[in-house]
């Protein structure tokens, strides 16, 4: 739905200009082009303006504002627009990240528990075992091993190899997602010939291409999929039919394990989020329990949550210590402080938490890089958007610190998470660089409460849809690091270009290499120290 252009009030707004039918799609959206966007942008128009959508007809609204960026993700006049919940429910089915309202309400209420702070000390022992058994691979198949796996096909040297990050850390949080998720043991990281791990590789590879005109129009013509389908689609279907077939039978097992339990007066207390979620759910009037089918839903919703992007937060860490050895050098230190080995498993993440120079790191990585570079609201009704920063329509005519623009039903708001996170007014003149640093020193204008978890940057969003499962993304990521970092020297392969395309999620690829989907190539070699 699109507000005719005469009567949309946002055309008053400033903003870029062009053709009936130009779009500034690509401008806004791809990450390699956006964070100059967003500041020529910004210099020109302020701090809240409108461009192009499908063409002049669909003028939308885009700010950096943060009066106003809280007002749309906390109001309930602001929805994910039907066309970005169809697209996500067609992979993950109607869970957290894909509905709205008192559906998302009930969905996030029951999801809670397996994120509290008890369920995170349970889970960190997963967390340290994967990472180590990560390092493990990569230990074994340095050159200095009597022989190289087609995995680590490039040495360097006699103690160096180029890995693909991306992919084997990717491995390792698939694992831990399948037994902190739902006790159920994926082995990724030993051969990847698990069924829903191949299923779910090849769906988002798919995914990761973009819809294309031919998605575009599914969308709106859904018989499309079933009268014509594509290739793409018939594999889609056939991955979905893997992964749906395993969830219901590990949602059945759960819940007979918990009613029997129940019946018997005994109590495991399995604290996986499944058997968590399924508790909570058991627990309530059957008015407000979820159904099998969306018990099912959250499971995909934590596949896609809890392994790629909790994946791309490790990698991006990674590659941004790989250009600045400085602070590899001194995040290595400090793990070096703690002996982590002579700490009991459920200890150790209180152990890392407590060191500031990684959680420094940790912020700025996921500052530069976070895994959604923005997203989308629609409004559902017509609404009066306040704002902090003054907007000069194009008349002349200010309106003024605490007064409101109008937006009619129907109009798209785009939030620039990695725009707001790359904001020079925020973090300063060199927002764009690597400096874990300025976390010790932040000004008070970036102080500006936005997060419980990470704070003072918008990666996990806020408000009713931010992130329910930050905590354990941030530990994990913490983990990794800490687990990794005493092991190993990461340095960036001399001569490859990382840029960023933007899908579900933000990933890396060699440049020009883009046909090849997400690669983080590193050079990795032992740490001696």
């Not at 904001?423 to 003149?429: C, D, P, Q």
Request: hydrophobic share 40%; glycine share 6%; charged share 20%.
């Amino acid at each position: 739905m699109f507000v005719v252009a005469p009567f949309d009030p946002l055309r008053k707004l400033p903003g870029p200009d062009g053709t009936w039918f130009e779009n500034h799609f690509s401008a806004v959206l791809n990450p390699n082009f956006s964070p100059d966007t967003h500041a020529r942008w910004t210099k020109l128009y302020g701090h809240t303006f409108r461009f192009h959508g499908f063409g002049k007809h669909d003028y939308r609204l885009m700010s950096f504002d943060f009066r106003v960026v809280a007002h749309v993700l906390n109001s309930p006049t602001f929805e994910k627009p039907w066309q970005t919940r169809l697209s996500l429910s067609r992979l993950v089915g109607r869970g957290l990240i894909s509905s709205e309202g008192a559906e998302h309400k009930l969905q996030r209420r029951h999801l809670a528990p397996g994120f509290t702070t008890r369920s995170m000390k349970s889970m960190t022992p997963v967390f340290f075992q994967k990472a180590q058994e990560l390092a493990s691979h990569w230990h074994n198949n340095l050159v200095s091993s009597p022989s190289v796996s087609s995995d680590f096909p490039f040495s360097l040297t006699d103690t160096s190899v180029i890995v693909d990050v991306v992919h084997w850390v990717s491995r390792a949080t698939f694992d831990v997602i399948g037994l902190t998720g739902f006790n159920y043991n994926f082995r990724s990281l030993q051969d990847e010939s698990d069924s829903v791990y191949l299923a779910y590789r090849k769906m988002f590879a798919i995914a990761d291409k973009g819809p294309g005109l031919r998605g575009l129009l599914s969308l709106f013509v859904p018989l499309l999929n079933t009268l014509l389908p594509t290739a793409d689609t018939k594999a889609t279907d056939e991955c979905l039919k893997v992964i749906k077939e395993v969830g219901k039978t590990l949602v059945a097992n759960t819940k007979a394990k918990i009613i029997a339990e129940k019946t018997n007066g005994d109590d495991s207390d399995d604290r996986d989020i499944l058997s968590v979620l399924v508790r909570s759910n058991l627990s309530v009037d059957a008015s407000k329990q979820l159904s099998d089918e969306e018990l099912l839903d959250q499971c995909s919703t934590l596949l896609l949550a809890g392994t790629d992007s909790v994946a791309l937060g490790i990698s991006w860490s990674l590659y941004h210590l790989a250009h600045s050895l400085e602070a590899q050098t001194r995040v290595r230190n400090e793990l070096s402080s703690i002996d982590l080995d002579s700490i009991p498993a459920e200890q150790r993440w209180e152990a890392l938490e407590s060191l500031p120079f990684l959680d420094a790191v940790v912020r700025e990585a996921l500052r530069l890089s976070p895994p959604a570079h923005s997203t989308i609201r629609v409004a559902v009704t017509d609404d009066h958007i306040p704002i902090s920063q003054p907007v000069v329509l194009r008349d002349g005519t200010v309106i003024s610190k605490g007064e409101y623009i109008d937006i009619k039903k129907g109009s798209f708001v785009h939030i620039p998470i990695e725009g707001i996170n790359f904001s020079e007014e925020l973090y300063g003149k060199d927002a764009r660089e690597f400096r874990p640093d300025r976390w010790a020193d932040l000004s008070s204008s970036a102080r500006t409460p936005q997060h419980p978890g990470l704070g003072d940057s918008m990666t996990f969003s806020l408000g009713p849809h931010s992130c329910v499962g930050y905590k354990f993304s941030i530990a994990e990521i913490k983990v990794f690091l800490g687990t990794l970092l005493p092991q190993f020297v990461f340095k960036p392969q001399e001569g490859t270009e990382i840029l960023k395309f933007n899908a579900i999620l933000t990933k890396p690829y060699v440049k020009g290499q883009w046909q090849m989907g997400a690669q983080l190539p590193l050079v990795v070699e032992r740490y001696h120290g």
